[in-house]
């Protein structure tokens, strides 16, 4: 009897020990190409243009993927839908950071300024043609404000350059990822996180006069 209890309770721990399987919500994948048209269907064969067009008609459990190039973006970016957190909405590059994402100069503010939750950006690079010495120039914000919270955003190996205020902000979002990102010739913070609750942050540089610094922190949160 103390044999059949003990195997038991040896198989019972087995299986706490093992991972658990995430379940992913399988959505549409969707293209995005500097030779599409946004009057596309978002197909390979025939792929969105812009990121803005994306942003607009992604839903939850939705992937686009940026095939190489540069995406002249001539309005700021905002998502229309959220996602959920076993079905995000993601925006990613094809190889990393062969999509350029380039936002016009008039655009004296957030350029990619991400008010819902659970939204991923991944392996872009994000610039602009021209910098604005104001506090409104930042090339991603991810969040509202306190009060307004939103959750579950994911940030991950962009390039960001060529912006005055921050590549990065991200104010008063739950649970989110910032992750192997570089932020390069920005003239204020660069990369500014504030108000968060659960952030995991690592790998992520700042290239200030040539210099890396590498911001690493493995979890903080922040009230």
Same mark, same amino acid.
């Given at each position: =009897?103390?044999? +059949? ?7 019972? =721990?087995?299986m706490c =020990?093992?991972?658990?399987?995430l379940?992913? @919500? ?15 269907? #978002? ?16 839903? @939850?459990?939705?992937?686009? +993927? ?14 229309? %839908? ?26 004296? $503010? ?15 690079? +994000? ?13 991603? %914000? ?7 919270e ?5 940030? +991950? #190996? ?26 390069? %010739?920005?003239? $204020?913070?660069? =990369?500014?996180?504030?108000g ?22 493995k ?5």
């Amino acid at each position: =009897m103390k044999k +059949i209890i003990a195997i038991l309770l040896s198989f019972i =721990m087995v299986m706490c =020990m093992m991972p658990t399987a995430l379940v992913i @919500a399988s959505g549409n994948t969707y293209y995005v190409s500097p030779d599409g048209d946004d009057t596309n269907d #978002g197909s390979e064969a025939q792929p969105w243009a812009t990121l803005c067009k994306a942003a607009q008609e992604l839903q @939850a459990g939705d992937t686009a +993927i940026f095939k190489n190039g540069t995406y002249n973006e001539v309005q700021y970016t905002v998502f229309s %839908n959220s996602g959920t957190d076993d079905a995000p909405i993601t925006i990613k590059a094809e190889n990393k950071h062969g999509a350029i994402i380039s936002y016009a100069e008039n655009l004296n $503010r957030e350029k990619l300024d991400i008010t819902k939750s659970y939204i991923t950006v991944q392996d872009f690079v +994000i610039t602009q043609e021209g910098s604005h010495e104001t506090s409104k120039d930042i090339l991603l %914000n991810c969040g509202i404000g306190k009060g307004n919270e939103i959750e579950g955003c994911q940030i +991950i #190996g962009n390039k960001f350059y060529n912006v005055y205020e921050e590549g990065i902000k991200v104010k008063y979002v739950k649970n989110a990822v910032i992750k192997d990102n570089i932020v390069e %010739n920005s003239m $204020r913070e660069g =990369m500014d996180i504030f108000g968060c609750i659960g952030a995991v942050i690592f790998g992520n540089k700042m290239i200030i006069g040539g210099f890396f610094v590498i911001c690493d922190v493995k979890y903080i949160q922040w009230l």
